[in-house]
């Protein structure tokens, strides 16, 4: 089992949930990418997910998408996004996940992708735009590379689908919370209730819930229903606000600090 | 020649179905629904009878004899697409989904739209059949194609300014997306070109089909043979898939499809996704993409708004990898040229999309024998763009 599987295992002893926290590589930029992360870990964020900027990100809302332009215009890129991984993994072992879509992975060689994130430390990829249908073609390397290949399960997916889909996961299952992009909206308790209790009647893999998760109170609720939270929007606006500021890192270590207190 | 796409919507290593999760349901329910439609002969007797009473179908196959003398070579034809209702071949598509669309019970239809001949388009079958519609389009294309604009909202039509990237065709399809991943329960995105996740470059491709099926026919009746060259613009490619598609297994046919080379190759400045671009994923599908070395996709350019993408149709990077078809550019310059020559000697005023397909039939006619004859698919016309002409001179 990898630093995921091992994570989950850890917080159901603790009885904890897990704080995913999704961050976008290289905004403001590459060298406080890094010492966010730290930052985050430091503060109890559990699993982070970094995110790959791209230039046509249609799964995210204007916070995220106003971030992915800001690390392109920083200059970030994949190749540098890995070395930020390896750099991470220096000072901790805090479980790393690549977010990104698929374009700048199949640029960079879907193969050497997958050998070398595994070799800088990189626990889990998930691609937001390479669905079931098409992961083939990535999936038979970094399985054979053994990262987590993390499988996204929306609120329209049922039936047939949902069983296969939970069937191939790896690492965690992610439950996108919103019928919508990223940080645009709040989920519904009923449904995510209903989603996530059909999710778990197939699998014993975690399940960590994320889109549109905006404060502490909505993640403890949704802690109380699925392994993990993800947060993204809400963080990469604080990110936004504070990057001229001394007070960034500060900022930022409150703020997952109050999430993950009420997923205690 | 092997039958493209597959079932998954791969044609050849191109296509596929490079979607999120949360659309992957209305894809596959969508994928269902056309097959069936494609079965149903009451779903076909529909389509061609909007086709015809409604759209005016047939469009004529007009030989330009004025043209044809002065450039002195081969015999120049016009589909002419422009005089379709709205004015282009957009429509042949819109009737195709908004009828789908009708029969999966769904009452909210969105687009994207550079020219805004689709987005018009679509805001008429949305009248048409009584649907709630919104319109994604660039604010550069909003500004430089006005006209349009005032159409679709005459027709009822929301339209939705997009700002984000070059605030052009791809931005608009992002937010397109973006809008229908929110909401995919009760809207049918009716997407504009032979692009997008599988089954859109299909479907949008069959629907548009009729146009090199009427050609094929009308050039029999007229010539007794078959053309030497089909000729049509590709900024995503529907006019040009719907011309070359009857005639993808008759190789003394040569097709040729015009990609926009904006202020020149050299200057980066185009939208020449074939000519200067490498494979990727962009949009649900797998194609040839004008992008950094890192995946990152390039700014677009050309001076037609409907050709201004980054990406083209996955079934033309097969047509063009296995070398079906020929891929050419053509600059502004080249196509506001051509826009002024076809409006003074044949009286037809073109798109700037469709000027594109004119200039590269005037520089490959004169060096044609006399009894070759070249078709060119004119998929519009150019009222719409008395503005950035006059801009230009």
């Known amino acids: ?264 | 020649m092997k039958t493209v796409p597959d079932k998954r919507g791969h044609f050849g290593v191109f296509g596929g179905r490079y979607a999120a999760e949360t659309l992957m349901p209305a894809l596959l329910d969508l994928e269902q629904a056309y097959g069936k439609a494609q079965k149903d002969s009451s779903f076909k007797k529909d389509f061609d009878l909007y086709q015809s009473r409604y759209a005016g179908r047939p469009t004529s196959l007009y030989f330009a004899e004025r043209m044809t003398r002065q450039l002195g070579g081969a015999k120049i034809y016009l589909k002419r697409e422009d005089l379709n209702h709205t004015g282009s071949h957009k429509i042949n598509n819109t009737l195709g989904q908004a009828l789908l669309a009708r029969k999966m019970g769904k009452k909210k239809v969105i687009a994207e739209t550079g020219a805004g001949q689709h987005g018009v388009a679509t805001a008429t079958v949305a009248a048409l059949f009584g649907m709630e519609c919104k319109i994604f389009m660039g604010e550069e294309d909003i500004r430089r194609q006005a006209p349009n604009v005032f159409r679709m909202k005459i027709l009822g039509a929301e339209v939705v300014p997009v700002q984000s990237g070059t605030a052009t065709l791809k931005d608009a399809m992002n937010e397109a997306m973006r809008y229908w991943v929110s909401s995919v329960r009760d809207t049918f995105y009716i997407i504009g070109t032979t692009a997008g996740p599988h089954p859109y470059p299909l479907m949008v491709r069959n629907f548009q089909s009729v146009i090199g099926r009427e050609t094929k026919r009308q050039m029999a009746r007229q010539e007794g043979r078959l053309p030497d060259v089909l000729v049509a613009c590709v900024g995503g490619g529907s006019n040009a898939l719907g011309m070359f598609h009857a005639f993808r297994r008759d190789m003394g046919v040569a097709l040729v499809g015009v990609e926009a080379a904006g202020r020149g190759m050299h200057t980066g400045q185009h939208c020449a996704s074939i000519n200067a671009g490498k494979a990727g994923v962009l949009h649900g599908n797998k194609t040839y993409l004008l992008q950094d070395a890192h995946g990152q996709i390039r700014d677009a350019y050309s001076i037609a708004a409907g050709l201004d993408y980054p990406g083209v149709g996955p079934e033309h990077a097969y047509f063009a990898a296995t070398g079906r078809a020929s891929y050419v550019t053509v600059t502004d310059d080249e196509a506001v040229e051509a826009f002024g020559y076809l409006s003074r000697h044949e009286g037809i005023i073109p798109a700037l999309e469709s000027a594109h397909a004119v200039a590269q039939a005037m520089k490959i006619a004169p060096k044609m024998k006399k009894d070759q004859i070249i078709v060119i698919c004119l998929s519009g016309r150019g009222d719409k763009d008395a503005q950035t002409i006059i801009e230009s001179m």
């Open chain 1, 1 to 264: 089992m990898g630093r995921i599987g091992n994570k989950f295992g850890k917080l159901r002893v603790k009885k904890e949930k897990a704080l995913v926290v999704y961050l976008t590589a290289g905004d403001p930029s590459p060298a406080l990418t890094i010492e966010l992360i730290l930052t985050l870990a430091e503060a109890g964020a559990d699993i982070v997910e970094i995110g790959v900027p791209f230039s046509d990100p249609t799964a995210d809302g204007p916070v995220i998408q106003a971030a992915s332009q800001r690390a392109l215009k920083a200059g970030t890129t994949l190749s540098g996004v890995i070395e930020m991984v390896r750099k991470v993994r220096r000072e901790s072992q805090i479980p790393i996940v690549l977010f990104s879509y698929f374009n700048p992975i199949f640029a960079y060689g879907v193969k050497r992708f997958a050998e070398d994130a595994k070799q800088v430390g990189a626990d889990g990829i998930l691609v937001v735009d390479l669905p079931p249908e098409e992961a083939p073609e990535l999936r038979v390397h970094t399985d054979a590379a053994g990262l987590d290949f993390i499988s996204l399960v929306a609120p329209t997916t049922g039936g047939r689908r949902l069983r296969e889909i939970v069937k191939s996961a790896a690492g965690f299952v992610y439950y996108i919370s919103i019928t919508g992009v990223t940080g645009t909206a709040a989920p519904e308790i009923e449904n995510i209730a209903g989603d996530i209790g059909k999710i778990r009647r197939l699998t014993k893999t975690p399940v960590a819930a994320g889109f549109g998760i905006s404060d502490a109170a909505q993640a403890g609720q949704i802690g109380r229903l699925a392994d993990g939270v993800v947060i993204g929007s809400v963080l990469v606006r604080l990110i936004d606000e504070y990057r001229h500021s001394d007070g960034l890192m500060r900022a930022v270590s409150d703020c997952i600090r109050e999430i993950k207190a009420a997923l205690r």
